[in-house]
C-alpha cells in the first residue's frame, strides 16, 4: 500500500518511522511519503493560510498550494487515491471504515492546521477522486496530523503480513465479526500473584469452555459499564441463552423488536 500525507508539519509524522508501521515500510509493505505543503506556496514567506471570508476567528489555509500539491502527489503515481482529510465534522473513523481503506491501493492523507482548509479544495478533488471527510472523535485538535499517526496504524496494522499474527486482530474489541458488538474482556500473564492480586481461578483451569464463557461474560460486564449504547445496538440474534442471562442479572431486557434495552438496575456489582 502506498500512503501520501501532505502537511505543514512533517516532523510530527516522524512516529511512522517506529514499531509496527516503521517496521513495515522497512520490511516494503507500506510505502510512506511525506510531503511539506509549503513547497507549494511560492510567495517570500511561504504562506499557506489567509483570513475568513465572512469573518471570524483564525485562519484558514488558502486552495492553491493545497492544489498544487494534491496534483502533484496525484501524477506521481498509477491511479486515483482515496483522499482522506481529517476534520472534526467528517464521518467517523470506525474499524470498519479502517477494514475499507486497508483494501485501497493507495491513501493521500491532507492533514489540515488552523480552521481547516478552503471548501473548494474539496470539491474540486472531490468531483474526481474519493475523498473520504473523517473524524477520529468528538474533539477539536490543532491540527489533522495526530488523526493521520491514528489512522494509518488502525490501517496498517490489517495488511496482511504486517502484524505477526493474523488471528490477533480477529476478536479486536472493534474488529467487524465475531466479538463486533463487545468490548474486549481484562486479560492476565505471569506472575500467578502480583502484590498480593492473583488471577481469575478459572483462566487455569484448563477447561476451554468455561474459560470462553467466562471471557464473554467479563465481555458483557465491560460492554455494560462503559459502552452500552454498543448492547442497545447489537443484533440480538448474536446472543445465546447464556448471554440472555448475564444481559438479564446486568439489568437488560429484550424490547418489542428484540433488541436489548435497559430496564432495570444490576443485580451484582
Ligand atoms: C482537528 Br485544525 C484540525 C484538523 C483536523 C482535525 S480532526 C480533529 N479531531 N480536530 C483539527
Known amino acids: 500500500m502506498r500512503l501520501d500525507i501532505v502537511t505543514i508539519f512533517p516532523e510530527y509524522l516522524e512516529p511512522l518511522n517506529v514499531s509496527l508501521v516503521g517496521k513495515a515500510r522497512a520490511r516494503g509493505q507500506l510505502d510512506v511519503r511525506i510531503h511539506d505543503l509549503r513547497q507549494w506556496a511560492h510567495d517570500k514567506h511561504n504562506t499557506v493560510d489567509d483570513t475568513p471570508y465572512g469573518g471570524g476567528p ?11 500539491a494534491l496534483d502533484a502527489v496525484l501524477a506521481s503515481g498509477e491511479g486515483e ?22 483494501a485501497k491501493p493507495w491513501l493521500v492523507f491532507t492533514p489540515a492546521r488552523y480552521e481547516g482548509i478552503d471548501r473548494r479544495v474539496i470539491e474540486e478533488y472531490g468531483d474526481r477522486l474519493d475523498v473520504r471527510e473523517v473524524s477520529i472523535g468528538d474533539y477539536v485538535l490543532a ?12 490501517v496498517a496494522r490489517l495488511l496482511p503480513g504486517v502484524l505477526g499474527n493474523a488471528a490477533s486482530h480477529q476478536d479486536d474489541s472493534f474488529a467487524p465479526g465475531a466479538m463486533a458488538d463487545l468490548l474486549e474482556g481484562p486479560v492476565y500473564t505471569k506472575p500467578p500473584e502480583w502484590r498480593g492480586r492473583t488471577i481469575p481461578e478459572v ?15 467479563e465481555a458483557f460486564r465491560r460492554t455494560d459499564r462503559n459502552r452500552p449504547d454498543l448492547i442497545e445496538r447489537a443484533d440480538p440474534a448474536a446472543f445465546d441463552k447464556h448471554d440472555r442471562a448475564i444481559l438479564a442479572a446486568l439489568g437488560w431486557s429484550p424490547r418489542e423488536d428484540g433488541r436489548f434495552g435497559r430496564t432495570s438496575e444490576a443485580v451484582e456489582e
Request: net charge negative; proline share 12%.
Open 58 to 68: 483564525g485562519m484558514v489555509m488558502k486552495p492553491e498550494p493545497w492544489g498544487e
Open 81 to 102: 487515491p482515496v483522499v482522506v482529510v481529517p476534520t472534526p465534522s467528517g464521518e467517523p473513523f470506525t474499524q470498519q471504515l479502517a477494514v475499507e481503506l486497508s
Open 143 to 154: 491540527g489533522g496530523e495526530a488523526p493521520v499517526l491514528v489512522m494509518v496504524e488502525a
Open 203 to 217: 483462566l487455569v483451569s484448563g477447561h476451554h469452555g468455561k474459560i470462553a464463557r467466562w471471557r464473554r461474560d
